[in-house]
């Protein structure tokens, strides 16, 4: 929590984007603490890792000096953040508790997927068993949504750079 | 990164390493944590190390931009013929049950693994073709 | 008691809105970016904090033994939602990178000032 607010503080980008791979790692563990090996180690890699290069990426190729702004109103922004805050956690005192067993959701399809797994599947991972095979459409869709991503990006910045109209009418 | 001797020589002692680990927890994801994505997240990552520290031309001269795009595609098609695969073998799509005739657990099994390949090899080639874009607009 | 149990909540709501702060009160897109993923990231807290069942353990099955498993569910979704949110992620920032080579600036007021000069 300290790194994000650092994050918002901060104006240089670089510490910044140093700041979100730290706090990326620190969720890792915090997913960890919640049982959740495989979502902490695909955060710790995917955020703290790549995603901290990309940014550097990005930043190398435009400034990393955020100006100060010119027009914003702080305070407004303050008072909207406040007041949705307030009306989530007025929201919370009707969810169940943290680590309760009876609630809903434990109750579902999970029991299903933690009992019948072995027997149908045969693999210990139930994560693994459950992305791969009982909802293996979903896992399709997402391969098929970072496809989609890699064309864009190669579409955006991926051949070698032009020189832009605007330098052209410029010139 | 030249004539910093330290980082090159760490790194040709880690990259191995880390592209075994990737090979790991791409192939023991069904038993430990782990599977595909964070598989191909690491193994690009070992690219990535190789291309900050040798410098791009080097790495795209050991990785290729073409064989990536033919990864990033041979990712998805591996995915959905399993799916067809099951299907054409009286299934229904994505049923891995009906790969292997005799036992399905082990249909199941070998659906997994192939499944999370492709995933793997997606994620892997997606990664290292964002990498090599961004990398190779700078020059 | 009663309202301690609703702690992991309130750790969500203070990062979310920590992101959102971030995406309505700055200009740089970059920073933009950083909080929609911090934005994101306290949505995968939310996620992985309902599935936690005190006591229980990561989902790997282990034979032979009666123990409580945590709700693998949620960790599934979870799991493709970071895969997902760096291929958007990434595709934000390379258009960044063609924002920045069509106006020089990746400031928001800057871009917007731009643009009304060209259209006057």
Redesign the interface.
Known sequence: MVTAVAAVRLRDLFAVVMLFGIYSLVSASLFVVMDAVDVAFTEASVGAGVATVFMLGTLSLTTHREKTPIARKPLLSLLVVIITGAALMYGTYDIPHYGDANDPIHHHVAPHYLEDSMEEIGIPNVVSSVLASYRGYDTLGETTVVFTAAIGVLILIGGARRRSKRDDERS | MKHYSVPRLMTKLLLPLILLFALY?QFH???????G??AG??F??GF?LHA?IYGLDQTQRLLPPWVLRIG??L??LI??SV?VAGMLLGGAY?D?GVLDSHDP?HG??L??LL??L??GI??A???V???Y??????R | MQILGLYNYWIFIVLMMCGFYVVISRGNLVKKLVGLNIFQTSVFILYISMGKITGGTAPILIAGKDVVYSNPVPHVLILTAIVVGIATTSLGLALVVRIHEAYGTIEEDEIHAQSEEESL
């Open positions: 927890v994801g069904d038993f430990g944590p782990g599977g994505f964070q997240v690491i690009a990552a990535i900050l990033v595609s990712g998805v995915y959905a799916g994505l891995y657990m199941q099994h659906g997994i499944v999370e492709g995933v997606t994620v080639s997606v990664m073709t964002i990498f874009s961004f990398a190779g607009r700078g």
